[in-house]
């Protein structure tokens, strides 16, 4: 899934924790996790616009790993 902003993009990080967020260091994760696709696609040297997004980058394994590894 893309997000339009890195914001939003948090925000799913903040729903996955559900109430336990604020038992996590939620900028800790977002700063591992969250990654920007430009959607570049070199062999035409063009940017597809439409596919351009931020977006969660591990797996779910991984992603509570990290998320574990930050708890406050």
Known sequence: MFYTTRTEAIESIIEALGEFADEHDIDAIADEVIEYDDAYDA???VYHLDRQGFYIKPDTEE????VQKHAL
């Open 43 to 45: 062999e035409k040297n």
């Open 63 to 66: 992603f509570w790993a990290i």
